[in-house]
Nanobody
Framework: VQLQASGGGLVQAGGSLRLSCAAS????????FGWFRQAPGKEREGLLC????????FLRNSVKGRFTISRDLAKNMVYLQMNSLKPEDTAVYFC?????????????????????WGQGTQVTVSS
């Protein structure tokens, strides 16, 4: 299982970015995916996830209405679309995945659920 995140950069407040996560080495449609971030001096926090059936997501309140997660099975990609970015969104962003077993409908954003992680990509939002 390999994940590689990309698409980070510097953006002004109010702007948008789309992060990409390339998945390889496993059957993507059988796995749950999530996006996380870690700001300097803070713990890594889960932001949102998408279930293995692909039609259910869960989002942290702080990103509701601004961030969306999606996936493209044909391209083996998972995306994080971030709109209306704020300086407090500045962090290193990570994609991650876990095999949900029979729980294909739900997903969670707890760090402990995920056992495969990509390297982070830095997002900096200037005020």
């Amino acid at each position: 299982v390999q994940l590689q995140a990309s698409g980070g950069g510097l953006v002004q407040a109010g702007g948008s970015l789309r992060l990409s996560c390339a998945a390889s080495g496993f059957t993507m449609e059988s796995y749950t995916f999530g996006w996380f971030r870690q700001a300097p001096g803070k713990e890594r926090e889960g932001l949102l996830c998408i279930s293995s059936v692909g039609d259910n997501t869960f989002l942290r309140n702080s990103v509701k209405g601004r961030f969306t997660i999606s996936r493209d099975l044909a391209k083996n990609m998972v995306y994080l679309q971030m709109n209306s970015l704020k300086p407090e969104d500045t962090a290193v962003y990570f994609c991650a995945t876990y095999y949900p077993g029979r729980d294909v409908v739900r997903c969670g954003i707890s760090n402990q659920l995920y056992d495969h992680w990509g390297q982070g990509t830095q997002v900096t939002v200037s005020s």
